[in-house]
């Protein structure tokens, strides 16, 4: 799989009328939110990876990794502080990722960052069902975040 396949994936579960908020948020069409989605999957992804790779954050992402890939359902409460109560602690991780990747994105295609920002927290949700979903056909900590986001590991 590819981090193209994991975007094709999120602009599927975004559907055509959140792909069409989203373009009224960045006030273009669908193809140039299509684009900024892109381009926004891709940052979370790569901030996805780089949080797995650092010593202070790599456990939190092993152990989301883990909760999602896992037959036993997320536990509710204190694990779903991490931001959207129903998301575990996947939904925690990215939530803290989803600035830095709209920093990023916000540099490379000139939009306002604020705006970006609030682009991708319409996204995460999404990005956590695809992240999900993907992981619902993995054993119990076989495979990994790599093999759930596609594409190879940084």
Request: no cysteine; glycine share 14%.
């Amino acid at each position: 799989m590819s981090d193209e396949s994991f975007q094709d994936d999120v602009l599927t579960e975004l559907g055509d009328d959140r792909l069409q908020e989203i373009a009224g948020l960045l006030g273009t069409d669908a193809a140039g939110a299509q684009e900024v989605v892109g381009s926004s999957v891709s940052a979370l992804s790569g901030e996805l990876r780089q949080a797995a790779s650092e010593p202070h954050s790599a456990d939190e992402v092993r152990e989301a990794v883990e909760e999602a890939t896992s037959a036993e359902p997320p536990l509710q409460g204190v694990a779903g502080f991490g931001g959207l109560v129903s998301g575990g602690l996947m939904a925690g991780v990215l939530g803290k990722l989803a600035k830095p990747a709209a920093n990023a994105v916000a540099k490379k295609t000139g939009l306002p960052p604020a705006t970006v920002s609030r682009a991708i927290e319409l996204m995460v949700p999404v990005v956590l069902a695809v992240i999900t979903k993907r992981a619902a056909g993995k054993k119990a900590g076989a495979g990994g975040l790599g093999d759930i986001l596609g594409g190879p590991k940084k």
